[in-house]
């Protein structure tokens, strides 16, 4: 069984659905813990399935770094097998992404390489795009710029606001994060493989520049 960490900042509907597919005795991994920078609305779902959780709140630490060691000492409390980066909505620092990458992930609601950073839906609606999507990506020093395990597209539809775009991404989101964290459990995804196979196209794209 896959132990994971789930860290989020918001309303934590992904972490919702990731607890309620870890509810089924069939899949793979366990949620042991949620975590957040803020006293986040998601901490609910949490309760509701006897789950710890814990806060480092950003706003009493002086800086990223004395913020992530302390975010860094919970996770080791808890030891998981993986981290999921579900909607925190913070950078990590290097450190502490050094400690853990490939061993932990993100959601972003957005077709990466496009549309990277914190308002991923917001910036494809003012590039006027007709598609975005959704991505599935091990964290590394970037922003959003780790090696891809899973996309899809997610049409715009004339009229959409941030707010209806978003909610057509985040079921495709939920339902590739599940996918990959079962596809982990199982060992058909290898993170360490995925990593090094994402660090041999970006130096070769980086070669083509
Ligand atoms: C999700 O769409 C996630 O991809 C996004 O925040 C939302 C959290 O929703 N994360 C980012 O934009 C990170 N760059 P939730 O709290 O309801 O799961």
């Known amino acids: 069984m896959l132990t994971v960490a789930v860290l989020i900042s918001g309303t934590g509907s992904n972490l919702r ?8 005795p069939e899949y793979p991994a366990q949620i042991v813990v949620v975590g957040a920078d803020r ?7 949490a309760e509701e399935y006897g789950i710890p959780a814990f806060m480092v709140p ?5 800086s990223r770094e004395e913020w992530g060691a302390e975010l860094g000492r919970q996770l080791a409390v808890w030891r998981p097998d993986l981290v999921v ?9 290097a450190p502490l992404v050094d400690e853990w990458s490939p061993r932990i992930i993100n959601t972003h609601p957005a077709y990466l390489p496009e549309f990277p950073g914190a308002h991923g839906v917001r910036d494809a609606l003012a590039a ?30 004339p009229g959409d606001d941030e707010h209806s ?10 339902r590739l994060l599940i996918d990959v964290v ?28």
């Open 128 to 157: 006027d795009v007709e598609q975005t999507g959704a991505s599935v990506i091990i964290v590394d020093n970037g922003v959003d710029s780790g090696p891809i395990l899973a996309q899809e597209r997610v049409p715009v539809l």
């Open 39 to 45: 006293e986040a609305e998601g901490f609910a779902h």
């Open 85 to 93: 980066l579900s909607g925190l909505m913070r950078l990590l620092p």
């Open 165 to 174: 775009l978003h909610d057509r991404i985040k079921p495709v989101e939920r």
């Open 182 to 209: 079962r596809r982990i459990a199982n060992g058909e995804l290898d993170l360490e493989a995925a990593a090094s196979a994402g660090a041999v196209a970006a130096s070769t794209a980086a070669d083509g520049d």
């Open 58 to 62: 950003w706003a009493q630490f002086g």
């Open 17 to 24: 659905a990731l607890l309620d597919a870890a509810a089924d």
